[in-house]
């Protein structure tokens, strides 16, 4: 379906990064060289190879995590925030302090982020609802501004054609680094489904060591890897044959290796949504997207009003299941307590623990925020992501549409706000790309 075109000295860079991907999955069978120099290459090779604006969306939304695993790992505390304020650093020269261009861009962030807060403090149980707070809004803030410049490079610049080779590398890396860090005995064979969730659930459920020690999920590599294959659909769809079925060969055993079900749903849609379109004209490839975006969205509402077709009373039986089922439930029945507003932003608990989550952001909302808070952030968001479809079929590039897949199946079963509000991150900066061109950033 893409045309096998011949290497040009100007895709020796993508040559370069591709095969130290290739590099990074070699070394989970035969170990070609330390996971710390693995860490070094990586990183290196980002800094020469990727823009300054790729290099924002990697600081501020990648690698915290990635930093705070691999130097925890090495006995260093706290490199993530250090790496933060360094992705902090090239925001603020890329806005260049102006205050006015900020709130244009994070306006619809600020509403949602003011509803938080007002929730948050209404209600005041608990140790957990400053923590989520304060993360939320750094994180709501930071990631849209660094969205919004991400979109603008990539859009109308044609830009950030590297990013998403690197975000599958740095996903392989963290396979590479759970091994080593966990002592693993990493994949049996090369279609060795789901090991690295198998073999690190000693470490979450039996407390074979602390949990407090283990700082990376088997969501993690699966969920970065889909991150990069939807940029690098959307920024390469010329790319040669032989550098996107590598890709997409390497993006699947990261997935298939995390054992995350939800991520093998969206690798799967993904390329629905990549190859069906090439069918169609390039006028109905942004509507055929969208459709797929509002199935997904659809189907999450569906599963949710199964849940309440339940009968209430019955709620409290399951509550001290194990999983995302009782987790869920125990969702539903703080919302039946408080259906209006909720019981406060952060304040969902399980059996007395603050620092839980019911692994759904449609539960989350309602049992937080209740209908009221939920209708304002759906609406919102509805409202917003339509203006960006407008723009993005105006621009034709509707393949920019790829990048929610991952984000919102992952908001659907993992995770709770402080990571989910990348999803309306997303939708915002799309918003107020749209609506802000006549300002000069």
Not at 319 to 337: A, C, H, P, V, Y
Request: with cysteine.
């Amino acid at each position: 379906m893409f045309e096998l075109i011949q290497m040009k000295p100007k895709d020796t860079k993508k040559i370069i990064l591709i095969s130290l991907v290739i590099i990074c999955l070699l070394n989970l069978y035969i170990k070609l060289m330390p996971v710390n120099l693995l860490f070094v290459i990586l990183f290196i090779a980002q800094l020469f190879y990727c823009t300054t604006t790729e290099n924002l969306f990697l600081f501020n939304i990648i690698l915290p995590s990635i930093f705070g695993a691999f130097f925890h790992y090495s006995g260093i505390p706290f490199p993530g925030g250090f790496v933060l304020v360094v992705g902090i650093f090239i925001l603020v020269k890329k806005i260049k302090f102006s205050i006015d261009k900020v709130f244009h861009i994070v306006k619809p962030m600020l509403l949602v982020l003011i509803a938080f807060t007002l929730s948050a403090f209404s209600n005041t149980d608990g140790d957990y609802y400053l923590i989520k707070l304060s993360k939320t809004v750094a994180y709501g803030i930071i990631w849209c501004l660094t969205l919004y410049f991400f979109f603008e490079e990539k859009i109308f610049k044609r830009n950030c054609k590297y990013l998403g080779i690197i975000l599958i590398g740095w996903g392989v890396f963290l396979i590479n680094l759970a091994i080593s860090m966990n002592n693993l005995p990493g994949p049996n064979s090369l279609f060795d489904y789901g090991f690295l969730r198998r073999q690190l659930n000693p470490y979450t459920f039996d407390a074979i060591v602390d949990v407090s020690d283990f700082v990376i999920s088997y969501h993690h590599p699966g969920f970065i890897s889909l991150l990069g294959l939807s940029i690098y659909f959307s920024t390469n769809n010329k790319s040669s044959s032989f550098n996107m079925l590598a890709l997409i060969f390497i993006c699947f055993l990261a997935v298939f290796y995390s054992g995350a079900r939800q991520h093998i749903i969206a690798f799967i849609l993904l390329l629905v949504m990549l190859y069906v379109p090439v069918l169609l004209k390039n006028k109905f490839r942004t509507i055929f997207l969208f459709c797929i975006f509002s199935i997904l969205a659809i189907f999450g509402l569906v599963l949710l009003f199964a849940y309440f077709n339940q009968n209430p009373s019955n709620i409290n039986s399951v509550i001290n299941e194990t999983g995302r089922q009782g987790s869920i439930d125990r969702g539903l029945e703080l919302f039946f307590d408080s259906p209006m507003l909720g019981i406060g932003f952060g304040h969902y608990n399980f059996d007395g623990v603050y620092k839980t989550w019911p692994h759904n952001i449609i539960v989350e909302l309602l049992a937080e925020t209740g209908i009221t808070g939920t209708l304002l952030i759906v609406l919102l968001l509805i409202y917003t992501l339509y203006y960006g479809v407008v723009f993005l079929f105006k621009t034709n590039k509707g393949c920019e549409l790829l990048l929610f897949v991952p984000m919102l199946i992952r908001s659907l079963v993992s995770g709770d706000l402080t990571t989910n509000i990348l999803l309306l991150c997303t939708s915002f900066a799309l918003y107020s790309i749209s609506k802000n061109r006549s300002i000069n950033v």
